[in-house]
């Protein structure tokens, strides 16, 4: 069962998954996520500034990513590097993930790539305000990026809210659950944990 996580930057998508894959073990909730297949910084387009948009579907290895999405399907391990092109700071680690029954499918382009949400079987939206959301990722971006609040701002007028307009809104109709998280999502949470059980 493949189980589609999408939201805004900053809504709470990655602290949502840790939380939810703290109650079920890896061979029962397993993760995909896109974002570790964005292509090489080289491949990477720019914007008139020349500031590397990672924000459009061209961003990331489409191809790979459904060609390991089908693996999961056939109960196979998919081994990959984690994503780190746009944190200098970071170590690319190998990420392996087990055959398990269930998986989260966690990304931007998940709904509005046509192959990619045809394969999920529930879609679920983490959902922010847009204040929430730009606090979180100048805190994200600052800390974890080392980005200078400039940049971050420039890329969420840009890059990152644009992104969701086109990305995400026009596939609202898909989605199975909202779950809202501009304070807490511990009673989506619940929910969610729930039914995956039920699942399982």
Same mark, same amino acid.
């Given at each position: &069962?493949?189980i #589609?996580?999408?939201?805004?930057?900053?809504? #709470?998508?990655?602290?949502?998954?840790?939380?939810l894959?703290g109650?079920f073990?890896?061979?029962q909730?397993?993760l995909l996520s $896109?974002?570790?297949?964005?292509?090489?910084r080289e491949?990477?387009q720019?914007?008139?500034?020349g500031?590397?948009?990672?924000?459009?579907? #061209?961003?990331?290895?489409?191809?790979?990513?459904?060609t390991?999405?089908?693996?999961?399907?056939?109960?196979?391990?998919?081994?990959?590097?984690?994503y780190?092109? @746009? @944190?200098?700071?970071?170590?690319?680690?190998?990420?392996?993930?087990?055959?398990?029954?269930v +998986?989260?499918?966690? #990304?931007?382009?998940?709904?509005?790539?046509?192959?990619?949400?045809?394969l999920?079987d529930?879609?679920?939206?983490?959902?922010a305000?847009?204040?929430?959301?730009?606090?979180?990722?100048i805190?994200?971006?600052?800390?974890?990026?080392? +980005?200078?609040? $400039?940049?971050?701002?420039?890329?969420?007028?840009?890059?990152?809210?644009?992104?969701?307009?086109?990305?995400?809104e026009?596939?609202?109709?898909?989605?199975?659950?909202?779950? @809202?998280n @501009?304070r807490h999502? $511990?009673?989506?949470?619940a &929910?969610?944990?729930?039914?995956?059980? $039920?699942?399982?």
């Amino acid at each position: &069962m493949l189980i #589609g996580i999408a939201g805004g930057s900053g809504a #709470g998508k990655t602290a949502f998954i840790n939380a939810l894959r703290g109650l079920f073990a890896d061979t029962q909730l397993g993760l995909l996520s $896109e974002d570790n297949y964005y292509k090489p910084r080289e491949l990477q387009q720019t914007d008139d500034r020349g500031v590397i948009n990672f924000d459009i579907p #061209g961003a990331i290895d489409r191809k790979a990513f459904i060609t390991d999405l089908r693996k999961l399907k056939r109960r196979l391990a998919v081994e990959r590097l984690e994503y780190t092109y @746009n @944190n200098e700071r970071a170590t690319a680690r190998k990420i392996r993930i087990e055959p398990a029954p269930v +998986y989260l499918v966690e #990304g931007l382009f998940i709904l509005h790539d046509a192959s990619t949400r045809h394969l999920l079987d529930l879609a679920v939206l983490i959902h922010a305000s847009d204040d929430k959301k730009i606090i979180r990722r100048i805190h994200r971006d600052q800390t974890e990026r080392n +980005y200078p609040l $400039e940049d971050v701002l420039y890329r969420y007028q840009h890059h990152v809210a644009p992104a969701y307009q086109k990305y995400i809104e026009p596939y609202l109709a898909d989605i199975d659950v909202i779950i @809202n998280n @501009n304070r807490h999502f $511990e009673k989506g949470l619940a &929910m969610l944990a729930a039914y995956i059980r $039920e699942q399982l």
